[in-house]
């Protein structure tokens, strides 16, 4: 079992910056592939970016250049940086692993508002 708590959600203006953590339990964090997905409403989930075991990293087109996923092995924890944020990234931000069957955070709310 694998609990997954975000953090660093909120409101902020576009052009503005943000920098989401989630914490894992569990023994194993350092084998796991990450991910980030966001949920607009009225929208489906989509995969923002992955992190691999071995630090290697994808992302969607839309973040591309904007946004920075990292993890911290030492301490469990993968952080999602966003730059040059605009109000299209409004959505609930949700840390995973192991994919849509896998294992989710509670997610947390990142508004992009003037």
């Known amino acids: 079992q694998v609990q997954l708590v975000e953090s660093g959600g909120g409101l902020v203006q576009p052009g503005g910056s943000l920098r989401l953590s989630c914490v894992a339990s569990g023994r194993f964090f350092s084998i796991y592939n990450m991910n980030w997905f966001r949920q607009a409403p009225g929208e489906q989930r989509e995969l923002v970016a992955t992190?691999?075991?071995?630090?290697?990293?994808k992302y969607a087109d839309a973040v591309k250049g904007r946004f920075t996923i990292s993890r911290d092995n030492a301490k469990s924890t993968v952080f999602l940086q966003m730059n040059s944020m605009n109000p299209e990234d409004t959505a609930v931000y949700y840390c995973?692993?192991?994919?849509?069957?896998?294992?989710w955070g509670q997610g947390t709310q990142v508004t992009v508002s003037s």
């Open positions: 995973n692993t192991g994919g849509t069957s896998g294992y």
């Open positions: 992190i691999s075991s071995g630090g290697d990293t």
